[in-house]
């Protein structure tokens, strides 16, 4: 989850790897660093609770940037307090190596024990710092950096993107083991980087290291050694055409702009994908079995992209008939697998550990593993039978919005197309869902039109309110659960999606005069029953995607239909309403305590 940029170059090395870092503040910003070698030898490190601007001062600018080579990081803390002294870079005993690492070291007590009975002194807290001691330990006379980092990678068990400085010969090299590290070639340097994002609009190709490769960066560019002895580099990767799709708008977050452009999101994927539906082509064109082949299917994700994954089901469930379950990627270790299921494993990122553990879980014998990612170079992709791009673009808030649009419309562009293949589905429904599709992204702008206001009027009201709880059904429930997910992440109060059927079973003792109570309406009729109970107690009923009309000077509440994946487009207020109650109290929208956007360590 923490951020990784280095560069090594002929001048303003510290400038391009913290740029970079910029880029990537959105995977961890408890604490940022950089060490980065001079060309008279001496070594700037500078380290920060402060964030990433903050160490602009130290760098200076790009003019009067000397230094050759340096490493940067921005730390989502795991091992050690949230302190300057626990920041990343962190260096050996002899101020010679500087090491930033995303991972975990699972055996970083019993190293710890061994290094300190061999002299080494520790000066943090944090598992990281064992890298850099046995490293230290390694770069003896005769051993070159990458030959040390070999040695201290193979003593290592956990996950690891490593990358680190050697300030004496102004060399960096990297290795990575279940966690993301790439390497960019530039006219005038080398980048190493956690994410492509970090080289967006510097580079227009990658290469990814894959596990347990190393990559040395010295005075002759890149060398790669890899765990079969080979030294070839590995293929290029072309940057994302949406990777250069940034947010912009008349907010002053990102956040917001990020919901703002979700109907222009939800265009493209339509756009890009919808042609593909009717005959089956984009799903035979993925190399996907028949449906007839599956008797079951599984969507595998967590938080935001779990969510994701239930509203896509529905079109296999509704429209198909197929039987589906959606599994907590964290709780995998625990399920049983059944054979011919079709797994769609889903992840904004494609780095998402407890994902990328789920599918080690899976039998030798079990049907193919469709992947949907915003980055068709990761690890979740690569490791996958078939890969789909959401093609969200680049998304800087860690609370996801246009992301979960794109995972829902891209898998159900996928799942329609593959029910047409199969020729399983009743054709007037299909070509009912095949028109709330194409109308999706104007139900989207409509949403963001008509709840600007109405969103921030209810942050006023429910400004003081100490709990939340957001009900559906059927189709329904998926996106109240991602409302409560969305109240949780940005605002620190507590929240609880329930199905409405259930109110009455338990969760009907929390609702008091006052209660919010947002409840997610799919047309089912039965909501009303539910409402009544809420209303009875004193609840506050907030509906959304009701359809209202004046009869006689009454209201009267029309159930409206949707398609086999329920009321996407009633996200949007549910959005907005979270962001604007959290900006009421204050909060920063685009980086939540505790979260980061990338989830790298299980």
Known sequence: MCGITAFRGTTAAATRARTALERLEYRGYDSAGIAARRPDGTTLHERTVRGVAALAAAVGPAETDATTAAVGHTRWATHGAVTAQNAHPIEDCGGRVFVVHNGIVENAEALRTELRAAGHRFATEVDSEVIAHLIEQALRPGVDLGDALVAARDRLEGSWAVVVLDARSGEIAGTAHASPLICAETGDGVYLASDVGAVVGEVAAFRVLEDDDVVEVGGAGPRWHRHDHSTRPRGLWPVPRTALLGSTGRHDDHMGNEIDEQPAVARRVVDALSPGIADGRLWKGLGLPPLDGVDRVCVVGCGTSLHAGQAIAGVFERLAALPTRALVASEAVHDLWEPRTLVIAISQSGETADVLRALDRLPARRGPVLALTNSTSSSLARRSDAVIDCLAGPEVGVAATKTFVAQVLTGVCVALSGVCASGRADAARFDADLRALVAAPEALRAAVE????????????????????????????????????????????????????????????????????????????????????????????????????????????????????????????????????????????DKPRNLAKSVTVS
């Open 450 to 589: 008509e709840w600007r206001e109405p969103s921030a009027a209810l942050a006023a009201e429910f400004a003081t309110a100490s709990g939340f709880l957001f009900l559906g059904r059927g189709s329904g429930l998926v996106y109240a659960a991602e409302g409560a997910l969305k109240l949780k992440e940005l605002s620190y109060r507590w929240a609880e999606h329930q199905p409405a059927g259930e109110l009455k079973h338990g969760p009907l003792a929390l609702v008091d005069a006052g209660t919010p109570v947002f409840v997610v309406d799919n047309g089912d009729p039965r909501l009303d029953v539910d409402i009544a109970e809420v209303t009875a107690r004193g609840g506050r009923i907030v509906r959304i995607g009701e359809r209202v009309l004046t009869v006689g000077g009454s209201a009267v509440h029309l159930p409206r239909s949707g398609p086999s994946w329920g009321p996407l487009d009633g996200v949007v207020p549910l959005q907005m309403f979270a962001r604007e109650l959290a900006l009421r109290l204050g909060r920063n929208v």
